[in-house]
Each structure stands twice: as C-alpha cells, then as structure tokens.
C-alpha cells in the first residue's frame, strides 16, 4: 500500500523474475529502470513500448542514484551486500528477492478488482504458496467486485452528502453487504444493480434516484480515464 506514481524504481537483474517485478511496479505507476548486463525477451519487450529503461550493465556502486524504491532479483552474496548497503545509506527502501532479511518491504502476491486490493502474504516463507492462495481467491472475489466498489463509492458520497453519521453508514453498508447487488452484477444486471442501490439508500434515509447514480457512475468512470 505504497504510493509509488511517478517516482522512480530500480529493478537489478534481466531475468523472468526481474520482468516480473518490473511489472508490478508499473502497474503501481512507478517510472522504472532496468539493470542488467542481459535481458530477458518481456524485459525488451516493455523497453521497445517505452515503459521501460534499460541499463546494459552489472550493478555497482552509486547506480542506486535518485531511487525511491529498489527490488532486486540476484543470487549473488556481494552483489546482495552491496545492493543493500547502498540503499541504507540513501535511506531507499530495498526488496532483495527471497531474502527477507535484507528486504525493508515485502511484495506480497495481489489480487486486484478495481478498487479492492487483496494482498496475501507468507512473510517470505512461500512466495509460490502466497500466489496458489491468491489464485484460490480469484473465484471468491469474482470480476464483478469491481462495479461493486464502484456502486459502494456512489453511495457513501451521497450518505456523507446528507449527513447520514458514521454508525448509520456502517448500518447501510452492511445491508449492501448481505443484499442481492453483487449477485446482480455477478449475472450482468447492472440496472436492477443500481435500482437495488437506490431502494436501500431510500431506506437508510437518502433519496436519489437510480439515474443519478447511473450518472454519477459514467463521471466516475469519465475522471479514470
């Protein structure tokens, strides 16, 4: 759960690994660069679309410059010593792949449905483990999670907009909760989805009518792009 648009991310190696985590990083809107005397075909791959910047060289000393965040996927013991004695010094924080104790933050394995963001994480103990449960609750957290927080976020601004208080709030969301919208989207029925929103809004105190959320939903989606 850190922010890391637009600030720059180093990433040591070329291999599937390296290509992986560069990934994630540019998901998180990181400006990341590559170093490695090799690189893997995905690794050339993002370079040629200008997502990334390849470096063609072994680490040294003093490459770590002007990083926020550095991941590095290398088994070398100096190289490892070295990487993580820099960071400490520019007080950057550091993630060496597979050894937690010369990591500062973990990578754990994300599930992502819009808004919601599941992470799991063993600590470092199973890395391949921690993406099997992730796998796992891809089938509990279906696509559909998506307009679901979309429709939650629709309705928490007009009950705040109302001044509806905290522990009412809390009251609506947990009868969105255990309510038909999610089956709703589930099926495709995102009309039905929404009439159900306003219905319980309407019985929480908050009157709105289902093409006002329709419509604050399109702006939503209008500001994301």
């Not at 910047?53 to 770590?64: I, S």
Request: hydrophobic share 40%; proline share 4%; aromatic share 6%.
């Amino acid at each position: 759960m850190l922010d890391i648009r637009d600030r720059q991310a180093i990433v040591i190696g070329g291999d599937r690994l390296a290509a992986e985590k560069a990934k994630n990083l540019l998901a998180c809107g990181a400006r990341v660069i590559i170093i490695s005397p090799h690189f893997s075909s995905e690794l050339v791959e993002l370079a040629e679309d200008q997502r990334v910047e390849l470096r063609a060289k072994n680490y040294e000393p003093g490459d770590l410059s002007g990083a926020f965040v550095v991941v590095a996927a290398t088994n070398d013991p100096q190289q490892i010593e070295a990487i993580w004695y820099e960071t400490q010094e520019r007080n950057q924080l550091v993630n060496i792949v597979d050894v937690p104790a010369r990591c500062t933050f973990i990578l754990p394995s994300i599930l992502r449905r819009g808004q919601l963001t599941i992470a799991v994480s063993t600590e470092g103990a199973s890395p391949s483990l921690a993406k099997r449960i992730r796998q796992q609750l891809e089938g509990i957290f279906p696509s559909a999670y998506d307009g679901y927080l979309q429709l939650a976020t629709v309705a928490r601004s007009h009950l705040r907009q109302q001044g509806i208080s905290y522990d009412a709030r809390d009251t609506f969301f947990g009868a969105y909760f255990t309510s038909n919208i999610l089956t709703l989207l589930t099926e495709g029925d995102l009309p039905n989805a929404v009439i159900a929103t306003a219905q319980l809004l309407e019985r929480h105190g908050v009157h709105i009518t289902a093409e006002t959320i329709t419509q604050d939903l399109t702006e939503g989606a209008e500001r994301k792009l």
